[in-house]
């Protein structure tokens, strides 16, 4: 009898060991398609001779469809890139890129308040962004990120290869875009900088199939915070503004 318990133990244990929930040790990467939405955010604009803000201005995401316009147009989607480890069963350390885009909306009608390129002053008025203004972080609203993830399993199929988790957590990091700003005879900036930084929180659907692959659905929110926007190639044309995030995201993996 004691002879058929330890045998039942040492197949659970190893079961255990090779089942897809042990994932302590373990690194991963995936990678993904996102959506985002943005809220509405101020833009203060500063350099030689004016310095004017834009109130309460509407951007949007600009994904590419799926197929072989990648290729075809040498476009990049929006995206994310993941690669983490798992320093026991249930928590794993990401560091990430998110490859979003942001555009603002055009045409729209804004508030403007100070003096703008051309000298002229505005006390809260309103102007027509369309011919004035082109803003996007197209080249990428780039936010490189860290988080921490904690994972909550809720089935797992008897053969252990397969299974199914919740999961949740936090995450900060600097963004780094490559921002297309076109404004009254100036020229554009296509250089990538350190502009900001941002926080967010994160959860969602985590399926594991044949122990190694993985897809992965995630709804991310957060915060940014874009202290410098080049705006010229003249280091004295700034741009700054802040704003909230939702991120839409689907990736597919594998773990090793």
């Not at 509405?40 to 951007?59: E, K």
């Not at 993941?82 to 804004?110: A, C, L, T």
């Not at 003096?115 to 780039?142: M, P, R, S, W, Y």
Request: proline share 2%.
């Amino acid at each position: 009898m004691i002879r058929v318990l330890l045998l039942v133990s040492m197949l659970l244990i190893a079961n255990l060991e090779a089942g897809v929930l042990n994932k302590e040790g373990k690194y991963f990467v995936s990678w993904g398609w996102n959506l985002s939405e943005y809220t509405n955010t101020d833009i203060q604009f500063t350099g030689n001779g004016y310095s004017y803000t834009l109130s309460d201005v509407s951007a949007s995401d600009r994904q590419t469809d799926f197929g072989w316009v990648y290729i075809r147009e040498q476009t990049i989607p929006q995206y994310d890139l993941r690669i983490g480890y798992f320093f026991n069963d249930r928590e794993s350390i990401v560091f990430g890129g998110d490859h979003m885009k942001y555009v603002m909306d055009s045409p729209q009608v804004v508030k403007i308040n100070g003096t703008d390129q051309t000298g002229k002053v505005h006390n809260n008025g309103t102007i027509e962004v369309a011919g004035f203004l082109a803003f996007e972080h197209t080249d990428g609203l780039n936010y490189i990120n860290l988080a921490y993830n904690y994972f909550l399993p809720v089935w797992e199929d008897s053969t252990h290869r397969h299974a199914i988790s919740l999961f949740g957590g936090a995450g900060a990091g600097v963004v780094v875009p490559r921002s297309n700003v076109t404004m009254l005879g100036k020229s554009r900036n296509d250089k990538f900088r350190l502009a900001g930084y941002g926080i967010d929180i994160q959860g969602g659907l985590h399926i594991d199939l044949y122990e190694n692959f993985f897809f992965r659905g995630e709804l991310k929110a957060g915060y940014i915070d874009m202290i410098s926007v080049a705006t010229s190639p003249d280091d004295s044309d700034r741009a700054m503004h802040e704003f909230g995030f939702f991120e839409y995201s689907f990736s597919i993996g594998y773990t090793f």
